[in-house]
């Protein structure tokens, strides 16, 4: 049952080979799921990002100066108020 030289160097160049593929194979697999997971930690914060944003506006922005009409300004230190205009709607709701 020996094995001639020349089967003995096929079967171990097989090994190494396979081995060195494996240790390839396994880094390809390593990189793809890093980077896949560096892309979903940059759309979490992107979206982090825009949520914050979107609060920020809610929190900075006035409320409406516009009456429920939409027409009349009722804020005397907005630049669009028409004091005319604001004693004729109160004159009429009274």
């Known amino acids: ?15 190494v080979a396979g081995v060195f593929y494996g240790f390839y194979h396994q880094r390809t697999i390593y990189a793809r799921n890093a980077e896949a997971h560096a892309q979903a930690e940059y759309q979490h914060k992107l979206e982090l990002i825009e949520k914050a ?9 006035p409320p409406q100066s516009k009456t429920s009409g939409g027409d009349i300004v009722t ?20």
């Open 1 to 15: 049952m020996s094995t001639s030289q020349g089967v003995n160097v096929l079967r171990y160049s097989a090994l």
């Open 53 to 61: 944003k979107k609060e920020w506006a809610k929190k900075t922005l």
């Open 75 to 94: 804020d005397p230190n907005d630049k669009n108020f028409d004091l005319e205009a604001y004693l004729t709607k109160l004159a009429a709701e009274s």
